[in-house]
């Protein structure tokens, strides 16, 4: 299976063996990464994967391989269209187009790469896999805004979540780990990259996520602002004087950890705020003060929580982090072990301490196998 996960202006490629069964199944047997498209010699997504469909053959496992079974593409916006893995066609990609309203700077850099990928082997089954459509078992009371029904369905304006592959995937990951089925474990998975969203998983099923329209709503993140009073991009505009694009790039751009401190890498927050500086410390509380919010938020929306699972960069490395987000949470069963969760490592652990009802654990996301999991049994079904 080869994997695409094509950006604005970047094209994430893993070519990965599903073949078999065992601990070998989903091995990587090669992955890279073109950047700077559409700058210098990259110009276009047909330039970046003809890089890397070069760089596939010089590792010997090129494009044209009789081996390669599926293409499976990562597409951000399925709207509620798309809320399963779907078989790439015509009638498919102009669906997709779409939807590109609801995902203007992502789903047309997707459409780039499926229109490339096909184009280049047309025999080739290519499946979409939406981040979105973990999210589509979220029930109305979630998925809806309070605002007038009519206009909100006009334009689409609901909560239709993201990342969800990965939310899929670590929720699935984390059961495995405490060696049970999904079925049984209610998990609350907190995706901590440069953007960042939680959810609610229900015995394998999304029943609440903090993303919502777009990515911005929710969690602090690196640049982006997440949960705001809508009202503030009225005062932002009428007394501010700011047009809508500036105020979209304020809070997309210039805001989250980037916005309170000047830095969206929290090695680097840390770093500052171990010599006392008090902006990367004010940018850190905010950060670990949204997400306690979200755990008490979903703890009250599951009712039983079984886990907490972290994940992306931020919840894979920090520490500091998990610490602080769950810290004196012990009257709603949560305890986090200090030497677990200060033992770095690669593969899912446990970090809560033996005595907490609420399972914490650190799960590394895989959205590359997820994906390529999704495509396989799309094809051979
Ligand atoms: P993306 O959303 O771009 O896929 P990642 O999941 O890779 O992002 O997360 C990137 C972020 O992870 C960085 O911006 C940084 O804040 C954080 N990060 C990475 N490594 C560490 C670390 N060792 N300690 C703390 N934070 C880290």
Known sequence: MLVLNSGSSSLKYQLLDMAGSGPDRGARLASGIVERIGEGPVADHEAALKQAAAELDRQGLGLDSPELAAVGHRVVHGGTRFTEPTLIDDAVLAEIEKLVPLAPLHNPANISGITVARGLRPDLPQVAVFDTAFHATMPEAAARYAVDTATADRFGVRRYGFHGTSHAYVSRATARLLGKDPAEVNTIVLHLGNGASASAVRGGVCVDTSMGLTPLEGLVMGTRSGDIDPAAIFHLARVGG??????????????????????????????????GDPAAQLAFDVYVHRLRKYVGAYTAVLGRVDAIAFTAGVGENSAAVREAALRGLGALGIEVDAVRNAIRGSSARLISAAASRVAVAVVPTDEELEIATQTYALVNR
């Open 242 to 275: 700011m047009s809508t694009d500036e105020i979209d790039t304020l809070l997309n751009k210039r805001s989250g950890l980037v916005g309170l401190c000047g830095d969206n890498d929290m090695r680097e927050i840390g770093r500052r705020m171990g010599e």
